[in-house]
């Protein structure tokens, strides 16, 4: 019969005949036949079923099979044997490789007939060994998925034993590493994808039946991704093994992986970069999960440089998957991390901005939901980035054109997205002994390192950092190839702004910027360095202003490329935008105002008038008497030596005729110049008289306050004091011209032009004739936060003089002028006018006197309008008209304060060395009750509602973050030292992690504020000293 079969099935008739034909034969199976026939109808099916030439041969082969089979069990037992079965695995059968998939089909088919079978046991057993070894020979992916089946199928074939189970899922693992797809075409790929799925499939129920084997599994997929070996890559194909290693054990395996001492970086550098690789994979879930989580881990033990190479290899790969809807969400959210976290330098968005356009439109053009989602997650990424990296409009112009019409975060989403990004912001789960990350603070802001006593350079540094469009202006000065001190606080600003190290070292600064008669490394005043600073940088840009307009001399040959270069360093500054006339210095534009001083005669009724420029107004404490009824200040013979004047700084030499930026300076209502008309620092003269008497002063408060117990003075009242009118008497009589005598008069003192910042000093240090030494006033003051100064504006203003007096004739009012208490604008029409400022920086001094003690500072950002809600307060404290009472019963701007700061939350920060934290307005007020010894000394106002300042919407847009772009050699800079910081930031941590064997240690975290003193000693205040000794330090 099997001859009549083989004959029939190889003939020429037609199918039709030849499927009843076989449909008959079939059909006899169920009669008696000997043992030698069944054996010839089995072995013609196995023929049939591995070398038929066609479909209708093989189909022919399993009826016939599957028929005689079933109705002749034992025979076919006897004819399916060890023998058979091993022999078509190890040799194939004919001319069929015993490496085909048909080979597998028939073993399968064969095992299902025997099931019943007691020698069934042995083929399982057979099969055990068998498998491991084809696994072993690196099957192609068609066998290997057909054995896959075939042991889903029979988990009794399946290696037992630990050993031989662990081996076997391991050799899989390297056989899947091998795969390969055959060809390009849809249908390959996923018949390919398919197979690949049906291995993995696999691998997961073993991991589930045997969770001993999942560990050394992932161990060897490791081991084979992080290859060196270049003559091998492994296959995309092993992404479809993770969405089946279970979520929760990813902070063990990635710490295991991180943590490894054996694990070399080249390895690791491999391995994440063939981890993002599997973005491509299509059915592939949770790779984006892995690759993040390793991104992750790696920045948790500082391996900066794996992170930054592999971000540059990557980048491009990650967002060219964009375009690919299948793995598009996966490869935006790898992306996002990605390029959030690389924050230290812009080179890895710059390699994806030139691509961004093209996908932008073809998100917008193809109309799906999905796009526009994606699209808007995508313009959130972008705007995040060209915020962090302003300064390239050639390369974002076209970005925001393509996503002018998608809705932009607001800048607290984009820096909160930013600060829990980047890489020293991720927190590591590892011991505690190992130290934790010194990057920046949540905050986002830059501390400055103490080098040695240098904390009155750092609590003004940043305090003028914080002056928003101060800030601003000096960033966008081109001073390319100047070598001027502006120049070094660019430098510095930018540092501050874009630097990723906890603090910045500003020696460069310091010493440019140090007064020569500081001595280095020993405790100064913050408010002189202050107005050394800001006068330096105003005379050094007049004088670069001067070089840039003269007319180049004739000179010799040799000498007209240093005059070129020395006219091209004073241009430079004439390149700022401007607030007012081109005339003004950027430092007369931000904090530049005027004062006019006016002498009246109380005998002939004329009057004499000086106007004079100043950069800081230095405020005395008025007695007990003026909280109450501030009126003319009387001065007696004994307070005054010589003619009346205002104080100027002299720290620097001033040209004949130039007018100097004075500070302005009023002790107990008296003022010192010496007999040649030079002013001299009231606080720094140990024998003033005016010294004494505000001893006397202090005496008084001290007497009223214990009796009163009330009445703690505000800034405002220290400003009207400073500027209420003065009876000049006795000694100190005015000469007047007129009457050719000497002769009572009233000198006052009207603002005439606001500066836009207002820089205001608490004159706190009086000299103790008995002791010889500075003592401090200790008293509190009443910070307001909106203060509304005076300003009394002329309608033809006097030119500004640096000496002398013009005598201007006024007619007689009839009033009684002797009446104390009445100021000399009484006779005025109008009040002047109320120029609204918002409170911007504090510097606070902590100690008992200027020998000792340390200065730290509160700030927050205070733009040209001001915070939202400061504007127009009806109820703001303020500076009221001379005639009106000067001290309210009670403060209303109290309740709008508390309002304003209740709204805006983590507005304020505390600047302490190279600690930097949030605060709040609460906690600058309180700072003295809490802390006696800690008491405002230098503030900063700034006016409201300016409309000169900087356009942050400039340029369509490009400022986004409100701060000008840099220059490519200030950015180039900032980013060698942020990788040089992120390479320092590893090196330490790999020499930590190498100790931590045999060390025990723990940190104690940052505190907050509150906790201590902030200029105390403790973990939560200052004293940062950068690694310098502290021991035996007054300042720190």
């Excluded at 439109?361 to 526009?372: A, E, R, V």
Aim: proline share 6%; with cysteine.
């Amino acid at each position: 019969m099997d001859k009549i079969l083989e004959g029939l099935v190889s003939s020429a008739h037609p199918l039709p005949l030849k499927r009843v034909i076989v449909q008959r034969v079939v059909e006899l199976a169920e009669t008696p036949l000997s043992r030698a026939q069944c054996r010839a109808m089995f072995a013609l099916g196995t023929r049939l079923v591995l070398q038929g030439p066609d479909r209708f041969q093989r189909q022919v082969g399993r009826q016939v099979l599957e028929a005689y089979g079933r109705y002749h069990r034992a025979e076919f037992e006897a004819f399916f044997d060890r023998g058979l079965v091993l022999g078509l695995l190890q040799r194939g059968y004919g001319e069929l490789s015993n490496r085909d998939p048909a080979i597998l089909d028939y073993i399968q088919a064969g095992l299902r007939l025997i099931m019943s079978c007691p020698s069934v046991l042995e083929l399982f057993e057979l099969l055990q060994v068998e498998a491991l070894r084809l696994v072993c020979e690196r099957p192609a992916p068609p066998l290997c998925a057909r054995l896959c089946q075939l042991l889903g199928d029979f988990p009794q074939c399946l290696p037992r034993g630990r050993k031989l189970s662990l081996a076997f899922c391991q050799q899989l693992v390297r056989s899947i590493a091998h795969f390969q797809s055959q060809g390009s075409r849809e249908a390959e790929l996923r018949l390919y994808v398919s197979q690949v799925t049906q291995v993995s499939g696999l691998l997961r129920s073993v991991w589930k039946a045997e969770p001993d084997t999942l560990l050394p599994s992932l161990q060897e997929l490791f081991a084979v991704i992080s290859a060196t070996d270049t003559s091998f890559e492994p296959s995309v194909a092993l992404a479809s093994l993770v969405q089946h290693i279970p979520l929760q054990m990813i902070t063990v395996l990635i710490m295991s992986l991180t943590t490894d001492p054996n694990v070399k970086d080249a390895s690791m550098t491999q391995a994440l970069c063939r981890m993002i690789d599997w973005l491509s994979w299509p059915l592939a879930q949770h790779v984006e999960t892995w690759v993040i989580a390793l991104l992750k881990g790696l920045a948790a033990v500082q391996k900066f440089t794996i992170l930054i190479d592999v971000t540059l290899l990557k980048i491009e790969l990650v967002f060219n998957r964009l375009w690919f809807p299948l793995v598009r969400p996966g490869a935006l959210a790898v992306l996002s991390h990605m390029l959030l976290s690389f924050q230290h330098s812009p080179e890895a968005f710059h390699l994806v901005v030139p691509h961004v356009v093209s996908l932008v439109h073809s998100f917008k053009s193809d109309g799906l939901p999905s796009s526009t989602a994606f699209l808007m997650q995508l313009t959130e990424l972008i705007h995040c980035m060209m915020y962090h990296y302003s300064g390239f409009p050639e390369l974002y112009e076209p970005i925001l054109e393509a996503i002018k019409d998608m809705p932009k975060p607001s800048e607290e989403k984009i820096k909160l997205i930013l600060s829990q990004s980047a890489w020293t912001s991720q927190s590591s789960s590892l011991p505690s002994c190992l130290s934790r990350l010194s990057g920046k603070s949540e905050t986002g802001k830059t501390g400055l390192i103490n080098l040695g006593n240098t904390c009155y350079m750092n609590s003004v540094i940043q305090a003028l950092f914080m002056a928003t469009d101060f800030r601003r202006h000096v960033l966008s000065l081109n001073l390319n190839g100047c070598n001027s001190l502006m120049r070094k606080l660019q430098h510095l600003f930018a540092f501050l702004a874009h630097t990723q190290r906890e603090a910045y070292a500003p020696r460069i600064f310091f010493e440019a910027s140090r007064p020569p008669w500081f001595t280095p490394r020993s405790q100064q005043d913050c408010s002189e360095y202050l107005r050394f600073l800001l006068d330096r940088l105003h005379e050094e840009e007049k004088t670069l202003k001067a070089l840039s307009s003269a007319k180049a001399p004739e000179s010799r040959k040799n000498d007209e490329s240093q005059t070129q270069e020395t006219v091209h360093k004073a241009q430079v500054f004439a390149e700022a935008p401007c607030l007012g006339s081109e005339e003004r210095t950027l430092i007369e534009k931000m904090f530049g105002g005027k004062l006019k001083t006016t002498i009246c005669c109380l005998n002939c009724k004329s009057t004499s008038q000086k106007e004079e420029a100043f950069t800081d107004l230095s405020l005395a404490f008025c007695p007990p008497a003026s909280l109450e009824n501030v009126g003319s200040k009387c001065v007696d013979c004994s307070e005054m030596k010589d003619d009346c004047g205002v104080e100027t700084n002299t720290s620097t030499t001033i040209p004949a005729g130039e007018t100097p930026l004075n500070s302005l300076e009023i002790n107990g209502g008296c003022d010192a110049v010496t007999n040649e008309g030079t002013t001299k620092d009231l606080r720094a003269e140990p024998n003033s008289e005016t010294n004494s008497e505000l001893n006397k002063g202090q005496e008084n408060r001290d007497m009223s306050q214990r009796l009163v117990g009330k009445n703690t003075p505000s800034v405002t009242d220290l400003l009207n004091y400073f500027l209420a009118p003065e009876i000049l008497s006795g000694d100190n009589k005015y000469y007047c011209e007129k009457c050719a005598s000497l002769q009572n008069a009233e000198k006052t003192m009207q603002i005439i032009e606001e500066p836009e910042y207002l820089i205001l000093t608490l004159l706190r240090f009086s000299y103790d004739p008995k002791c010889h030494i500075r003592r401090k006033i200790l008293d509190n003051v009443s910070l307001p936060l909106v203060l509304e100064l005076p300003v009394k504006r002329a309608a033809s203003p006097l030119p500004v003089v640096s000496g002398g007096w013009s005598d201007v004739e006024v007619s007689d009012t009839g009033e009684n002028l002797a009446k104390k208490l009445k100021p000399s604008g009484a006779d005025e029409v109008s009040c002047p006018q109320l120029v609204p400022y918002t409170l911007s920086s504090v510097v606070v001094h902590s100690g008992v006197s200027s020998e000792s003690g340390h200065y730290y500072s509160y700030a927050r950002n205070v733009t040209g309008s001001g915070p939202s809600g400061l504007r127009h307060q009806s109820k703001a404290l303020s500076l009221v008209c001379p005639q009106n009472k000067l001290l309210a019963e009670e403060s209303p701007c109290t309740v709008i304060e508390n309002e304003l700061d209740t709204e805006m939350p983590k507005e304020w920060f505390l600047f302490n060395d190279s600690r930097v934290t949030f605060t709040s307005f609460q906690s600058v007020q309180k700072i003295t009750s809490r802390f006696p010894k800690d008491t405002a000394y230098v503030l900063f106002y700034k006016k409201q509602n300016n409309t000169c300042g900087f356009n942050t919407n400039s340029a369509n847009g490009l400022w986004v973050n409100g701060d000008p772009p840099l220059q490519k050699d200030l950015m180039d800079a900032i980013t060698k030292d942020n990788k040089l910081y992120l390479q320092e930031q590893e090196l330490s941590a790999r020499t930590q992690a190498l100790q931590a064997a045999s060390a025990s240690c723990s940190f104690r975290p940052n505190g907050f504020d509150d906790n201590d003193p902030p200029g105390s000693c403790g973990p939560a205040g200052g004293g940062g000293g950068g690694g310098f000794s502290t021991v035996g330090r007054l300042v720190f």
